[in-house]
């Protein structure tokens, strides 16, 4: 009974019990012959608390009720948390994954007394879990839930049957537009926006594999000609008895676009000339985006510009010689800065550099440094020409770059000071593959050697050099897979400028091995040798040293080499190679197992192995892995560290 109806009763039995009473008091009142009534007052009241009595009781039994009710809801609601927090998915792992990533409960919260939301979730379970296996090829899914155990151990299972994966059986591709006319290598071009298609038949549907599909061959479509190429319709026809897709993508090439001039905007400091030094672009050409990229990563990468972008214009009323526009922001012509580090090789060091983008008003750069530490003192000025596109047989796929400077060094390590004076001038090439480098130039030293206690010396040569860099590497800042070769070549005649007849050559090799997702091998060679009768007359910048942090690295930098006097000096001859396997804890830190070998000396027999190992830690930073190493060197019987870093202002 509610208490509301208790109230109304009570309400009803205090009205009885006041007309009881009144009807006592006029019985006492009348005369004698009134006969008197049939109960008194006090029997009246006590029927009336007698009932009382019983509507408490009522009342209590209703209490007790409630609380019971509020129990059983708290329990339910209990068991629904539970079911919510524990969910078990009855689906193949691939589906799975998706489901669980994408299908969230809901969260109940503390004191919620009802269970909707629990049957919304369930509602979506039964919307979302078809779609997302349909967006992986099932589209005869069906879902079943239930709920088990008991109390807090209660779970919510969804149970998916996907049915059988829906394949490809047929693509077809239609064109429309001028690519669809004839002549003029259009058929040659329909073919390669085929062969791009991702998704062939017999290949499972996957809406994202349909969805990639179709971004690359309108990707392939647009890169010559059709800049403004869409997809005019694309359709999926699914037949889910029989597990099977008809794919149709209709392509809309729009007209043929060919270049026109290039309109520049925020070109101030720098002539006009500075831009077509660069571009590979001409009037009339057909419009290819691959080269408008190209011009705008040689300008992005030039130092003269801190944001380029460039597109056609879109608005033009003709694609015939549409307009290239080029939008810029110029760097400022001038940067000071300042470093401090300290190496292990090298000890504490300082660096002031200067740079000056448009010397005497020309777009020359100037980089020049002025650097100190505890072995040597170098000041330098290099100048760099602006980059340029040449023709030829390799056409718009070739560029140079000149440069010339001069240098100043002094230097004491090991016992042997060198005062050295360079002058060089180089010209750098990319050809082919923008991430390899070729250079040749003619370079100028002048050198004076102070070994102790041995004769002082004079080295002079005029060399041409030739160096290369190949690199196939999956990162160019911290690679996992791949290698990088490096080659050198130099010469140098006693019958021009050059105190001594000699060729060196140098390689060095580094290759990375991945195994598995947190462990690399990372394996290093380098040889080298010059070719001369003897060192003497030879600079030290044409003979070999070992030892260091990127050498042997149980020795100390450039400790390992010829003697002359008390003095380690440059030999004719070296050989070192490396082993190290890295193993990342995740991200950012990894640590390191490493053994190196390798010497130089002035005669192949003289060449000892040297053998070191360690252990290390290594660092992920935006400039590549920082290393921290301790190696000991068994035929000095000592342990080394050895690291390096640097802090720019």
């Known amino acids: 009974m509610s208490s509301h109806a208790v109230l109304l009763r009570r309400g009803f039995r205090a009205l009885a019990l006041l007309l009881a009473l009144g009807a006592a008091a006029v019985y006492a009142q009348a005369p004698a012959s009134v006969p008197a009534p049939p109960a008194t007052a006090k029997a009246a009241a006590d029927a009336v608390d007698h009932e009382a009595d019983d509507d408490d009781k009522e009342e209590e039994a209703d209490q007790k009720q409630r609380e019971s009710a509020r129990a059983t809801r708290r329990a339910r609601l209990e068991t629904l948390r539970a079911a919510a927090r524990n969910i078990t998915w009855e689906a193949p792992t691939e589906l799975k994954e998706l489901f669980e990533k994408f299908v969230t409960p809901p ?11 629990l049957r919304i979730f369930l509602r979506e379970v039964n919307r979302k879990v078809p779609e997302i296996a349909a967006s992986e090829g099932y589209f005869s899914t069906q879902v079943a839930t239930r709920i088990e155990g008991e109390g807090s151990d209660r779970k919510l299972v969804v149970s998916v049957t996907p049915g059988p994966r829906t394949m490809v059986d047929r693509v077809i591709v239609e064109f429309e537009g001028d690519i669809a006319q004839a002549g003029d290598g259009r058929e040659a071009q329909r073919e390669a926006v085929e062969k791009a298609w991702t998704l062939p038949a017999g290949r499972p549907f996957r809406q994202a ?4 599909a179709k971004s690359r061959m309108l990707e392939k479509i647009s890169e010559r000609y059709y800049a403004n190429a869409t997809i005019a319709d694309s359709v999926a026809i699914v037949e889910a008895a029989d597990a099977k897709v008809l794919l149709k993508v209709i392509l809309e090439s729009g007209p043929r676009y060919t270049f026109g001039p290039l309109v520049v905007t925020g070109l101030k400091r720098y002539p006009m000339d500075l831009i077509q030094r660069y571009n590979r672009m001409e009037m009339g050409q057909p419009y290819e985006l691959a080269k408008m990229l190209d011009l705008q990563r040689a300008l992005q990468n030039a130092p003269w510009f801190a944001s380029v972008a460039i597109d056609i214009d879109r608005e033009a009323p003709s694609p015939e010689n549409i307009p290239v526009n080029i939008t810029l922001i110029e760097r400022a012509p001038i940067d000071v800065g300042l470093s401090v580090g300290y190496g292990t090789d090298t000890g504490a060091r300082g660096e002031v550099s200067f740079r000056h983008r448009d010397v005497f008003g020309t777009a020359l750069d100037m980089q020049s440094a002025l650097s100190v530490d505890k072995i040597r003192q170098v000041g330098f000025a290099d100048f760099y020409l602006p980059a340029l596109s040449l023709g030829g047989p390799l056409g ?3 560029t140079t770059r000149d440069s010339f400077g001069f240098l100043v060094e002094h230097k004491e390590n090991n016992g042997l000071e060198t005062q050295r004076v360079a002058f060089a001038a180089y010209r750098a090439f990319k050809m082919i593959r923008p991430i390899d480098d070729y250079r040749v130039g003619l370079s100028y030293q002048f050198e004076r050697k102070m070994p102790d206690n041995a004769e002082d010396s004079i080295a002079r040569a005029l060399a041409p050099v030739v160096e290369a860099t190949w690199r196939w590497v999956d990162d160019l800042i911290d690679p996992r897979k791949g290698g990088v070769l490096k080659v050198r070549l130099a010469a140098g005649s006693n019958a021009l400028l050059s105190t001594q007849d000699f060729i060196q050559a140098y390689g060095t ?3 990375w091995i991945p195994l598995g997702e947190s462990d690399q091998l990372l394996l290093r060679g380098e040889i080298g040798r010059t070719f001369a009768v003897s060192r003497e007359g030879i600079p030290e910048d044409f003979l070999f040293k070992a ?5 042997n690295r149980g020795y100390a930098y450039e400790s390992l080499g010829a003697r002359d006097g008390d003095a380690v000096v440059g030999g004719r001859f070296l050989l070192t190679a490396s082993a190290e396997y890295v193993h990342w ?8 197992l490493f053994y190196d070998i390798g010497d130089a000396a002035d005669d192949r027999t003289a060449l000892n192995g040297n053998p070191s190992y360690g252990v290390g830690v290594r660092v992920r930073t935006p400039a590549g892995p920082l290393a921290l190493d301790v190696a000991y060197a068994e035929n000095e019987r000592k342990a080394r560290v050895s690291f390096s870093v640097s802090v720019a202002f």
């Open 509 to 511: 090799y580094q290759h």
């Open 209 to 212: 594999d349909w969805d990639d």
């Open 396 to 398: 718009d796929r070739l």
């Open 107 to 117: 969260e109940i919260a503390e004191g919620e007394v009802k269970s909707g939301s």
């Open 585 to 592: 804890f995740g991200k950012v830190f990894g640590g390191a």
């Open 547 to 551: 030892g260091g942090s990127r050498s």
